[in-house]
């Protein structure tokens, strides 16, 4: 069983729809990262968090250690959200990180 | 664009063959890490330097090896290669060692065995 999992594995959405990621993981952590990978394959560093909520103009990361689950959220979303979501942890003593598989987002006009 | 420059962008080789995949980190960082993502296997850690030490190793074959610069660049070796070790290779750098750190992604160097 994968350490990190991420649903939905696949998701499209209307211009303009609010978006939801999860990202489920079974054991304690450091950090949860949040990365973006573009179609053509550069992977962006969305958020890093430990707890709480974080934003960042449309998109916003929050993360309940307790419930071993983060989210990310996209409000308003864009065709140029299109792109691969992927959920990763870091735990004490290692800052390797451990991926799941990633959501794909699609998001038509 | 994150700062970190990989080298090459792509790479055709055929089975048997080494390659070296190069890889400069964000001017400052001293970690490096160097991850593999395959279609079946996603994105994988293969193994991380720090200033120039190793720090940490993951899913790395005995075919493959790394070491990092006085300069802090580093490369990967990838030495008898076959079908299977065709993927996209992507380095990633932090500012220092720390489970908190945020880790910046180079471009990728996509390789192709034939």
């Known amino acids: 069983k994968n350490e990190v999992e991420q649903s939905p594995q696949n998701l499209t959405a209307q211009e303009g729809e609010f978006i939801t990621i999860n990202c489920s993981y079974s054991v304690g952590i450091s950090a949860l990262h949040w990365l973006q990978q573009h179609p053509g394959g550069g992977i962006v560093s969305l958020f890093m968090?430990?707890?709480g909520k974080k934003k960042h103009g449309r998109l916003i990361a929050t993360i309940n250690i307790q419930e071993k689950h983060s989210s990310l959220h996209i409000t308003a979303s864009h065709p140029r959200d299109s792109a691969v979501y992927i959920c990763?942890?870091?735990?004490?003593?290692?800052?390797?990180?451990?991926f799941g598989k990633g959501t794909k987002l699609t998001v038509n006009p | 664009d994150s700062g970190v420059t990989q080298t090459p962008k792509h790479l055709i080789t055929a089975t048997g063959q080494r390659v070296t995949l190069r890889c400069s980190p964000r001017s400052g960082d001293l970690s490096v890490y160097w991850y593999q993502q395959s279609l079946d296997q996603g994105l994988q850690f293969l193994i991380q330097?720090?200033?120039?030490?190793?720090?940490a190793k993951g899913n790395i074959l005995e075919r493959f090896s790394a070491q990092q610069f006085p300069d802090l660049h580093s490369e990967l070796n990838l030495s008898s290669l076959e079908l299977g070790d065709s993927a996209l290779y992507f380095c990633?750098?932090?500012?220092?060692?720390?489970?908190?750190?945020?880790?910046?992604f180079g471009p990728g160097t996509r390789l192709t065995v034939l």
């Open positions: 330097y720090y200033n120039g030490e190793e720090r």
């Open positions: 968090l430990s707890s």
């Open positions: 990633a750098s932090s500012v220092k060692t720390s489970s908190y750190n945020e880790q910046f």
């Open positions: 990763a942890f870091s735990q004490g003593g290692s800052e390797k990180l451990v």
